[in-house]
């Protein structure tokens, strides 16, 4: 009889460690990614305004489409919508950099004195922002909210336009622009204080439906999240902050649009 031989088990290779380090996106690459997660948020929310104005049917009414585009209803699932497309988009820029996609943005949370620091800045900024608007005798919440809301309640979406408008819009926005465009840029040769002003700037320019005066205001607070950003490293406190202020102003809005 043959005797029985025990085959010695394969040798497993060694796992080699990935001889390409981490990278950064550094300006250009930030900027042209930035680009992409732009156009992806575009197209998400784009994609709500045809659904409704496709549901019209029958003959195409250009009156009816534009009251269409601009009602709260449409408006608020046009923002909802941005998450899941900016998220998306963010993570195909991110995932050939070899990070993580929460090391990347800074997805982490920060202590509770800076947390309370963060809230009163922001508290001082929008209240010397008030007391200029009422100087001025201007309006202190912008035309475009009040409208919006209104048509939000006669849509019986103000519930809606409120996780919009404090949830899902800061969590996109920060993403975007403190997230993914100041992780490049602070990296890059402008450093982080070029970083905070350009990313604020590309964060203001998606509220263009404000005046000048509410513009300031947007990019002023910008400049004041990116510091906080870069101050605490800490993306999670600039998206609460956002949702925060989103939600006074929304408060705000309905409260004057009451008493009027």
């Known amino acids: 009889m043959d005797s029985l031989t025990t085959a010695s088990p394969a040798a497993v290779p060694p796992v080699l460690p990935d001889p390409r380090p981490p990278r950064i996106w550094k300006f250009w690459g930030t900027a042209l990614w ?13 994609a709500v305004i045809i659904y409704f104005v496709l549901r019209q049917g029958g003959s ?29 988009a963010t993570w195909v820029a991110i995932r050939p950099t070899r990070i993580s996609f929460a090391d990347y943005l800074g997805l982490r949370w920060t202590s509770w004195r800076n947390s309370f620091i963060g809230l009163a800045a922001l508290a001082i900024l929008v209240g010397c ?20 809301l209104k048509s939000a309640q006669a849509d019986g979406a103000l519930w809606l336009l409120v996780i919009a408008f404090c949830v899902a819009a800061p969590m996109w926005e920060e993403i975007f622009a403190r997230g993914f465009l100041y992780r490049g840029w ?68 309905f409260w004057l649009a009451g008493s009027s």
């Open 34 to 46: 930035g680009l992409f997660i732009f156009a992806a948020m575009f197209l998400g929310q784009l």
């Open 186 to 253: 602070s990296e890059s040769k402008l450093g982080v204080g070029g970083a905070i002003f350009l990313s604020s700037l590309a964060w203001t320019s998606l509220h263009l439906q404000y005046d000048w005066f509410f513009f300031g205001e947007v990019f002023s607070i910008g400049l004041l999240l990116g510091y906080l950003r870069y101050r605490t490293n800490s993306l999670w406190l600039t998206i609460v902050l956002h949702g925060i202020n989103n939600l006074a102003a929304t408060i705000q809005t």
């Open 129 to 148: 922002w008030d007391l200029l608007s009422r100087a001025l005798g201007r309006e202190v919440t912008s035309g475009f909210m009040g409208e919006v």
């Open 60 to 88: 195409f009414d250009v009156a009816e489409a534009i009251r269409v585009v601009g009602g709260g209803l449409t408006i608020s699932l046009s923002v909802i919508l941005g998450l899941p497309a900016v998220l998306l």
